[in-house]
């Protein structure tokens, strides 16, 4: 009984010896398939160890070429540095400006109405008795209802629906308003100026043969009977209209052409897209003449009246072509013998002393962005 415990104590001891001199051997550092993984190079006698018994069961374990990998994964990850992805640059798209959200300037805040409208359409057709009563006066005329005379332009085809009736939040509408100023010559605006959404152009501006300076793109052309000119049918015509008879003219110009004089002679027919008349609201021009010029001279001039239009329906707006030289005058980009206005005169109709300071406080309250162009011409 105690031999064959001793026996067995003996045999057990021996067995241990002989696993712990295993154990040794194959854990020594670099040895192993163990320290082969975690410990980097291989041994160089690696041919015995490929074929260990317990190497080959650890192949086996691992499954074959894995240690391997591992290796060669462990020795890229610190020989190469690690590969720097360029981040691609974070396309920030412009944040839309909004000009006509309260809280960016309590001065533009106190004026700005926006349930007043620009268009004159079927909604607000009902001219308020006040408006009406002022309208009819600007321009000395007899007092008649002007209700049918815009119903007329709808029968001929107009629209009787205000595009801009609501505002769309999902895109953002940026206007360029190109005014007729000389120090568009040589300014080289062309190209930035045909990339707005909206381009709105007045009276006689001509795009032909200036388009490097003043771009080739219309959508709205501003103009009343004595300033008219015939646009592509790509454009709408927005007629400014000073009196009951104006809007007569329109549809005669496109009838029967039997107006040919109002304060002046005026061009009895005009080519236009009949699907894209406009007509501008003579209550607005009453709201711009109390809150906007403060009731300087008699009424605005269709520049201020357009970019205070443009400052109503767009949400962004640039201004092109407005001002004068450095001498203080007014000329045509396609016409530098025109001598218009010069500053602090209020010649006629209009006071473009106000109107000028109204725009640079407009840009000053980060309303509007006033593009000099080539003032020093
Ligand atoms: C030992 O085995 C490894 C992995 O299978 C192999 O890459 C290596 O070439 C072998 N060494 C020899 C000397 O055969
Ligand atoms: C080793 O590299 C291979 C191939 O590049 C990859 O599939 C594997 O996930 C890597 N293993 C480790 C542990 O990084
Ligand atoms: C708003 O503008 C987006 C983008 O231009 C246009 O897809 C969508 O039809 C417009 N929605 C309305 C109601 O006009
Ligand atoms: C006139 O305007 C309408 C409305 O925008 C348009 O559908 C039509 O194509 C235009 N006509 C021509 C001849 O371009």
Redo the contacts with the bound molecule.
């Keep these: 009984m105690i031999r064959m415990t001793v026996k067995l104590f003996i045999t057990t001891i021996v067995f241990v010896l002989i696993m712990l001199g295993a154990m040794y051997h194959y854990v020594q550092p670099g040895k192993s398939p163990i320290a082969r993984k975690t410990g980097g190079t291989a041994p160089p006698d690696e041919d015995d160890k490929n074929n260990s018994q317990l190497s080959r069961w650890w192949r086996k374990f691992q499954g074959d070429g894995e240690p391997v990998q591992l290796q060669a994964n462990k020795s890229a990850a610190v020989t190469t540095p690690p590969v720097v992805v360029p981040t691609p640059p974070v396309v920030v798209q412009p944040t839309c400006k909004r000009i006509w959200q309260k809280g960016r300037s309590s001065w533009f805040d106190s004026r700005f109405d926006d349930n007043i409208r620009p268009v004159w359409s079927r909604a607000n057709i009902e001219l308020p008795a006040d408006a009406r009563k002022w309208w009819m006066a600007i321009q000395e005329s007899k007092d008649e209802d002007p209700a049918p005379l815009l119903t007329a332009l709808f029968d001929i085809g107009a629209p009787d629906v205000d595009p801009w009736a609501s505002r769309n939040l999902t895109e953002c509408l940026r206007c360029a308003v190109v005014g007729n100023s000389g120090n568009l010559r040589q300014s080289n605006y062309g190209e930035e100026i045909d990339g707005y959404d909206l381009i709105f152009r007045m009276n006689g501006a001509p795009t032909q043969g200036w388009e490097k300076d003043v771009g080739h793109r219309t959508t709205h052309h501003f103009m009343y009977p004595e300033s008219a000119i015939d646009l592509s049918?790509?454009v709408s015509f927005v007629l400014m209209n000073f009196k009951p008879l104006d809007l007569k003219w329109m549809k005669t110009a496109l009838t029967d052409g039997s107006i040919t004089w109002t304060y002046m002679t005026v061009r009895s027919r005009i080519q236009t897209?009949k699907?894209?008349i406009l007509v501008y609201n003579p209550a607005f021009v009453k709201y711009i003449h109390d809150r906007w010029t403060e009731r300087h001279a008699i009424y605005p001039s269709t520049g201020s009246l357009v970019v205070l239009f443009a400052v109503h329906v767009c949400d962004e707006v640039d201004v092109y072509g407005y001002g004068a030289d450095k001498h203080g005058i007014w000329d045509h980009y396609w016409d530098p013998s025109h001598i218009g206005q010069t500053i602090g005169q209020t010649i006629g109709v209009h006071d473009s002393s106000f109107e000028q300071l109204l725009l640079q406080k407009l840009q000053l309250e980060g309303i509007i962005k006033i593009h000099r162009g080539n003032a020093d011409h």
């Design positions: 049918d790509d897209n699907s894209k």
